[in-house]
């Protein structure tokens, strides 16, 4: 599974380690478990598994919480013809656009 995932489904946490999830929020996954539970934390929102990423302005705060992966598919943004921006992996916590030359 991508490090980064979309959730299209809500998900209520019911125990202290997990983290509830909404749709639209895009994941960095940190960890993940045989029986289908992944570890990570949100770090932006999308419209969809294949649209640009924005910053999460609420629910963001860092935390870090075992969600399922029923609930999220790999985020792959797709790359408009059009775009002059490339996304590329994380660093240091940081998602980092270039423009393309």
């Known amino acids: 599974?991508?490090?980064l995932v979309w959730t299209f489904a809500n998900f209520d946490a019911e125990e202290d380690h997990e983290l509830s999830l909404k749709i639209g929020q895009?994941?960095?996954?940190?960890?993940?478990t045989e029986s289908g539970w992944l570890k990570g934390k949100?770090?932006?929102?999308?419209v969809s598994?294949?649209?640009p990423?924005?910053?999460e302005s609420e629910g963001g705060?860092?935390?870090v919480?075992?969600?399922p992966s029923t609930f999220v598919r790999p985020w792959k943004p797709s790359q408009d013809a059009g775009s002059t921006a490339k996304t590329y992996p994380f660093e240091n916590g940081y998602l980092h656009h270039q423009a393309n030359t």
């Not at 895009?26 to 993940?32: D, G, K, T």
């Not at 949100?42 to 999308?46: E, F, S, T, Y």
């Open 1 to 3: 599974m991508s490090n």
């Open 26 to 32: 895009v994941m960095l996954v940190e960890q993940s």
């Open 42 to 46: 949100v770090v932006g929102v999308a």
């Open 49 to 51: 598994e294949t649209s």
């Open 53 to 55: 990423i924005s910053p």
């Open 61 to 63: 705060d860092g935390f």
């Open 65 to 67: 919480g075992w969600f």
